[in-house]
């Protein structure tokens, strides 16, 4: 059988890697001097593109691509990726969905409790020996609180169950009002914002979304509520968060993304009331696993011309 | 968020409220709620405050608390033993901040007929989000790559090693008391299976209930130590328990520390032969095994689980309205019934 060309866009866990290399012709785009040059000299032949979360495929490597069949996300975001482009062109699009919902869920709720709870600060004050001079402090309570979320998609409605088990009323925005559920809806974030003490955002992001937490929304949240990034970087305006957290009119974050990931404002080191992890969402073995099975799984049945396992466009 | 501000001292009593006229309670060493709250209880009880004086502590009790009928006391300060009980002759309640007991001498209670009240299940919920909020970190590595991050890591290095999926992972609870019911119900939400072992079979669950352990621990990916320490808990958890658990095995304690045999635990956390810990509590607090500082598997909490303003002002609340019950000869509030 003729071997595929499949340019794969950043390194990614070796099963992964392996897995693609056994069954195509594996480009790696990150090791070429000039990449305009490399995917120029590669045009003729790359059928299908491997990204992430964090990269995607843009209008203009679209364009220079004529022979693209297939985008396989190893993600369930897909802001990266010129979606209009490749409906337009027919290129396919899969993604990831499902197999990461309930890990990037456990980490909006360990985020909840490591901020509400200091477990972080805790830990530090233990390590550095401060425990033998006093006392640690008194912190706040998570059991009860409102939990407010943005996009009750399937990430926002595992972190809405995972709550209530800690008794936890639950309200939501979203594009649309969902007539399935008992949570109360809120028209705006704004509005969101001002009715819970513990604000996450779980939606994808779009033109829409940008900025969707914006100054007047951390105010509204206020110096005892706590927002939860588990979304996408830009969802938040990051230097309004960090002056709100700051001047203190924000009263805590746990962030797991970034507007220019991997850069973390610098201003934000010294914060006891923040719990800054480095994009690990969906980071745990089993689960990175299973993305990688539906990676390989969705190019596979492309080029045997079956159905897509989880396409998106 | 809590504020540290100092708080100032408060105004002396109006003269016709005089503390002699309130009921007296000897308090031998000041519970934590005290760094609060003290003034709530100073306004209702004459506080009889022990390390305040420049006594002994027998002399004190000998010379001031011979009549009186109620103490006050916690986990932290000396253990309410039978010596201390034989120089209160009057004695008949003790009411202490903790829901364990294992620093009253329950023994010497019950022959001279002392009443003990509890904190009940007044924090019941902060433990077992805590027990929570440990296991996540584990899990997921949250104090160890916001450790990273901090430290400018991400940028220079790359990404943070993979951690494990807690979904699906079955959690041995020790204990399934208050804290420990509370804490599978939390779990269940994340997808985990329950099994336990404790004193005896609940009626009201339908997990699996293991008499041993050891059994428990080999059939768990999680031991959650959620019991209270008696003789028959001290070092329940050794060598043989984390060997059962296994390489890949997690233990979270919110008990008490000598539920676990402490050189042990380090030890196989040093060797891997477990796959890391969550721990609130230790056999000598405030110490800490140094070996454990320089594990990322390990995340460690200064006996915090109930230090929330929430929790501390529900406590506040049921100590004061325990002791006035009392006084007022109601039933009290949160009764330790022998089982």
Redesign the interface.
Known sequence: MESIDVLMLCPM?SYLEQELQSRYNVLKLWTAQEKSQFIKDHSATIRAIVGDGGHGADAEMIEALPRLEILSSNSVGVDKIDLEKCREKGIRVTYTPDVLT??VA??A???I??VL?R??E??????SGK??KG??????????KTVGIIGLGRIGMAIA??A????CPICYYSRTEKPDTKYKYYPSVLELASNCQILVVACSLTAETRHIVNREVMNALG??GVLINIGRGPHVDEPELVSALVEGRL??AGLDVYEH????PEEL?GLE?V??????GT??????KAMADLVVGNLEAHFSNKPLLTPLV | MASDQATTPPPPPPPEIQSHDLPKVIVLHPPPVFNYFKDLFSKKFHLLKAWESPLPRHEFLTNHAHSVQAMLCSGTGPPISADILRLLPSLRLVVTTSAGLNHIDLTECRNRGISIANAGEVFSEDVADLAVGLLIDVFRKISASDRYVRHGLWATKGDYPLGSKLGGKRIGIVGLGSIGFQVAKRLEAFGCNISYNSRKRKDFVSYPFYTNVCELAANSDVLIICCGLTEQTRHMINREVLLALGKEGVIVNIGRGAIIHEKELVQCLVQGEIGGAGLDVFENEPDVPKELFELDNVVLAPHMAVFTTESFKDLCDLMIGNLEAFFSKKPLLSLVMNE
Request: proline residues 5%; hydrophobic residues 35%.
């Open positions: 866990i309930d890990e456990d980490l709720i360990g985020l409790l490591a709870r477990l972080c805790s830990d530090r004050y233990v390590r425990w033998k006392d640690f402090k008194l912190t706040t309570k998570f059991t009860g169950k995972r209530e088990a800690f008794n110096p005892k009263g805590g990931e991997p850069e973390v080191f009331n719990v800054l992890l480095p994009h690990v980071a745990t073995v089993e689960t990175r």
